[in-house]
């Protein structure tokens, strides 16, 4: 099983920050099957970044990922008011599929 | 637009089972894999595992392997999750996700299923 482990635990910013989020995988994910999770309290996460760099429908350019191999990551180029929240990672290359702990990216 | 909707929430008590239902709408439901995935409260999300509506095939997660069943009923555009034997530490949030490039878009809502005795 992949162990995916996220840095920071809780990152605090100010609206209009950059937010830089990473995720490391405990073996190399294949072909970069790696995704990114927005949750906000009460609700089913959304899907942000799919394959590690593709953004999904609707999901603004200020959101990038990067990264292959064991380390990925999310960027936020400017954070705006509905950015804080939770964010997880996801690899899918190989069963069962997992999850990081989450990154808490609050309002300082 | 596609969407999921989930069935509501549900109190077991422990060694019972739970049946979760997710109707999808606004896409060909046998043409996307749903996956399930669990949240318990203050915990990582879970996946516990995916079915393939078109053939009925489905894998399981070796931490549900035994108590847990994906099924589907294309009729009703309808995907299911049952699983048995409900202790304590099945109280969680569940949630159907459509397959989208290996990656779960979108979600259902979310199921509570609350196990006390």
């Known amino acids: 099983e992949i162990v995916l482990t996220q840095s920071p635990g809780t990152l605090s910013l100010s609206p209009g920050e950059r937010a830089t989020l990473s995720c490391r995988a405990s073996?190399?994910?294949?072909?970069?099957?790696l995704a990114w999770y927005q949750q906000k309290p009460g609700q089913a996460p959304r899907l942000l970044i799919y394959?590690?760099?593709s953004r999904a429908t609707g999901i603004p350019d200020r959101f990038s990922g990067s990264g292959s191999g064991t380390d990925f990551t999310l960027t936020i180029s400017r954070l705006e008011p509905e950015d804080f929240a939770v964010y997880y990672c996801q690899q899918y290359g190989g069963s069962p599929f997992t999850f990081g702990p989450g990154t808490k990216v609050d309002i300082k | 637009q596609v969407q999921l909707v989930q069935s509501g929430a549900e109190v077991k008590k422990p060694g019972a089972s739970v049946k979760v239902s997710c109707k999808a709408s606004g896409y060909t439901f046998t043409s996307y894999a749903m996956h399930w995935v669990r949240q318990a409260p203050g915990q990582r999300l879970e996946w516990m595992g995916w079915i393939n509506p078109d053939n009925g095939n489905t894998k399981y997660s070796q931490m549900f392997q035994g108590r847990v069943s994906i099924t589907r009923d294309t009729s009703a555009s309808t995907a299911y999750m049952e699983l048995r034997s409900l202790t304590s530490e099945d109280t969680a949030v569940y949630f159907c996700?459509?397959?989208?490039?290996?990656?779960?878009?979108?979600w259902g809502q979310g199921t509570l299923v609350t196990v006390s005795s």
């Open positions: 394959g590690a760099s």
């Open positions: 996700a459509r397959e989208f490039w290996g990656s779960h878009d979108p």
């Open positions: 073996q190399s994910v294949r072909s970069t099957y």
